[in-house]
């Protein structure tokens, strides 16, 4: 049994040697034939030889099979300079695509000379050539490529083991190629005499491949390229945010933001009114016109309950609308969003598009009756008052009495309504206010009023939505009219004649009055004056 | 001093001598020969050598490649050719200097040297003896 271990351990050993040795032999066999292959494409000349060492020499020239003869038919001399001629044993190898291939090995050399070499079959020349074996290198590729990271974004190293030759370490020069992984097009960067080269300008966050192969730098010895080494992938660095793009961009937004808020500040309520424009609404002060009876008024002031201002009485009267008198414009504090208004001035200055239509059903007779409640009465002596002293009026002046007044408010609502529309189908309010008329002249078209369609809206307030004597300051766009009890006439004549100013601006009518009240231009929004 | 890159640059240098002298052909040949060292190097046998004997070989070798060359000077040359033969006097001069900055021990050859060899004149002495240069 100890026999048969031992006889096993040895076949065992015979067998790994065996074996490591086949690897090596299949390695150096592929290596020759990588060099050979390498050589085919790269000599013309033949026999082609090539050097792997300080001392060493192969040469090899190809013949077809079929003209091929045998190892012994050959015979390679080959002479140094000065020297006498030796011979080379020859081998014949098959090779690929019908071919032999016929081998002949020197193991000592000379560098410097001059050696010719000659071929001979069976005493025929067949070959000659004269080299410089320095000059015919041919390395195995460098070992152990590896890649490493640097640290830094977009860079790669590569490090190498260069072939173990005496003296020549310094004359080697070495091509790395890198592209990445997939793609065909790469990069070729050179390096002599060194071991490692850093790879830059690599994207972050890449898988690359990257290969080497060397050569001598052909001073002093020279040759062919090796062959390439295996591939090696390595990923690129992931990408980093450059800190300094990314602060100054957090700088710019950060500016910008400011900028935005400032312009947004600053035109705070221009834009409110913009994207919030204050919609009066009347429905409040007439309980279910415009949800059950669709604004049908007469409809529903049979069905309605009646209120503070439903009084029949007032709808039917043989009196005629009171024209109202701007007496001066009173500019007051922030305006306040408007509630509901008085339901007469509602119906004649409606706001809503979709309230022209209703309107227009309006009966216009309704709006003769422009009434305020018979506690609230401006006497004819105060009216003069105020029209002799054509001073702006005070809040305090205007809310001393509990008298009705309704402020029209000119706004700027923009709407696509053509403007023929508008013209068609809304009145403008000087049909309020007939020109060159006295005020017991009625006029029955009180209801329509211009819309919106670009141009100044109308919005009136009551003086009963505002107990406590706080007078809504609508700014500079309004103007503020007293109005007076139907029992006062007054005689006004009108300064000029009505004109639409550019209703493509939207300024209903402008007016100039003759009790030179100023009528102030308004710089937002247009500005309404009524014409008398 | 023994930086590789100067003697590259000699090298060089040699290697352009060598292509002005091959362009030059029949103008510049000379009727009598010259004794130029042996350049080829055997490894093997370089490796057994010592200190000495490769001292010598250098130095004899570089002695007699000046002797030439400086011969090819005193002759009628055109220009150009004058140029690149100082050039070489002056490196192998430099090579020499290097040699003995680094202890390498000097020597002339004895005049009736066993060595005469005769080479290819006015092409490849300059290239024939630098690649002997580049293997030191």
Known sequence: ?532 | ICDLSVLNHFIKEAWDAEAAMRACKDACSIATNFTVPLTRVDFDVWEAMNIEERAQEVQSGLHVLNEAISSLQASNQTDVLQSHIDASISNIASIRQVLRSLSIPEYVPPTSGGEDKEMQIVSSISELFQVHINFL
């Not at chain 1, 192969?58 to 001629?85: K, L, M, P, V």
């Not at chain 1, 890449?206 to 390595?234: C, E, F, H, N």
């Not at chain 1, 068609?424 to 029955?444: C, D, I, M, N, W």
């Open chain 1, 1 to 532: 049994k100890k026999m048969t271990n031992d006889n096993l351990n040895k076949l065992l050993v015979f067998c790994v040697l065996f074996c490591a040795q086949k690897t090596s032999i299949v390695h150096g066999a592929q290596a020759l034939e990588t060099k050979v292959a390498l050589l085919l494409h790269a000599e013309p000349e033949n026999p082609k030889c090539f050097a792997e060492g300080m001392s060493d020499l192969t040469c090899f020239w190809e013949e077809d099979e079929e003209r091929a003869g045998s190892a012994d038919q050959y015979s390679f001399i080959y002479t140094y300079q000065n020297e006498n001629s030796s011979e080379c044993s020859i081998t014949a190898l098959p090779a690929a695509g019908g071919k032999r291939l016929y081998f002949c090995r020197l193991s000592q050399t000379q560098l410097f000379v001059p050696l010719d070499i000659r071929v001979f079959r069976d005493d025929l020349l067949i070959h000659n050539r004269s080299l410089f074996i320095e000059a015919v290198f041919l390395l195995d590729p460098p070992a152990n490529l590896t890649l490493t990271s640097t640290g830094m974004q977009g860079q790669l190293k590569a490090s190498w083991l260069p072939p173990s030759l005496k003296y020549m370490g310094d004359s080697m020069m070495y091509e790395v190629s890198y592209a990445m992984a997939g793609s065909h097009i790469g990069k070729v960067e050179e390096v002599q005499a060194s071991s490692e080269l850093i790879l830059r300008g690599l994207q972050s966050g890449t898988k690359y491949k990257v290969r080497i192969r060397v050569k001598l730098d052909g001073i002093s010895y020279s040759g062919y390229w090796s062959a390439w080494t295996d591939p090696v992938l390595m990923e690129t660095m992931p990408g980093d945010l450059d800190p300094l793009i990314v602060s100054l961009s957090l700088i710019i937004s950060l500016v910008l933001t400011l900028l935005s808020l400032l312009v947004l500040m600053s035109h705070r309520r221009f834009l409110l009114k913009k994207i919030w424009p204050i919609i009066p609404t009347p429905e409040s002060k007439f309980q279910g016109l415009f949800k059950v009876y669709g604004g049908d008024f007469q409809e529903w002031l049979g069905h309605s309950t009646g209120g503070l201002w439903l009084r029949p009485t007032y709808f039917y009267s043989e009196e005629f609308p009171v024209p109202l008198e701007v007496l001066s414009e009173v500019s007051l504090g922030p305006a306040l969003p408007s509630s509901a208004l008085p339901p007469k001035a509602s119906e004649a200055l409606g706001e809503e598009e979709d309230e022209d239509k209703k309107l227009k059903r309006v009966d216009p007779a309704l709006m003769e009756g422009w009434r305020k409640t018979p506690q609230e009465h401006w006497t004819m002596d105060q009216l003069r008052a105020i029209h002799q002293h054509p001073a702006p009026w005070t809040q305090s002046s205007l809310l001393e009495s509990h008298d009705a007044y309704v402020t029209l408010n000119a706004q700027n609502h923009s709407v696509e309504e053509p403007l023929d529309d508008i013209l068609e189908e809304t009145l403008p309010l000087q049909v309020l206010f007939a020109s060159g008329r006295t005020s017991s002249e009625s006029r029955s078209d009180l209801g329509s009023v211009q819309q919106s369609s670009g141009s100044g809206r109308l919005s009136s307030q009551s003086s009963f939505e505002y107990p406590n004597h706080t007078w809504p300051s609508k700014g500079p766009g309004y103007t503020y009219m007293a109005v007076a009890d139907s029992g006062v006439s007054m005689d006004y004549s009108p300064m000029s004649s009505n004109k639409i100013d550019d209703i493509g601006k939207g300024v209903i009518y402008t007016n100039e009055y003759k009790n030179e009240i100023p009528a102030h231009r308004r710089p937002i929004g247009t500005p309404i004056h009524f014409a008398f």
